[in-house]
Nanobody, 124 residues
Framework: QVQLVESGGGLVQAGGSLRLSCAAS????????MGWFRQPPGKEREFVAA????????YYADSVEGRFTISRDNAKNTGNLQMNSLKPEDTAVYSC?????????????????WGQGTQVTVSS
């Protein structure tokens, strides 16, 4: 089993930055993909970014490409999502998730483990 705990959400003005972290426990993520998803108010959950733990391979949603950066800290078994140039439309509950394997997917149903989520609010 993998337990995931997010931190770092909050309120920020448009154009600002936030850094989310996802601490994993239970086992090493060396054979996992970690993904970040978000659910805006009244909308479906959507893919944001993912990283393959074994080789740092990454993939981003078009809406965040160039503004968000996903990374990992092997020593801490923690994933990070650096969010820059935030926009009001980035407002959502952000959740990290993990799946076994090496193929990055954007579908929430492919991820086995989920954190509890953290609120990110971007004011205009």
């Amino acid at each position: 089993q993998v337990q995931l705990v997010e931190s770092g959400g909050g309120l920020v003005q448009a154009g600002g930055s936030l850094r989310l972290s996802c601490a994993a426990s239970g086992r090493s993520l060396s054979n996992y993909i970690m993904g970040w998803f978000r659910q805006p108010p009244g909308k479906e959950r959507e893919f944001v970014a993912a990283i393959r733990w074994s080789d740092d391979g990454t993939y981003y949603a078009d809406s965040v490409e160039g503004r968000f950066t996903i990374s990992r800290d092997n020593a801490k078994n923690t994933g990070n999502l650096q969010m820059n140039s935030l926009k009001p439309e980035d407002t959502a509950v952000y959740s990290c998730a993990a799946k076994v394997g090496t193929i990055i997917t954007t579908q929430p149903r492919h991820y086995n483990y989920w954190g509890q989520g953290t609120q990110v609010t971007v004011s205009s």
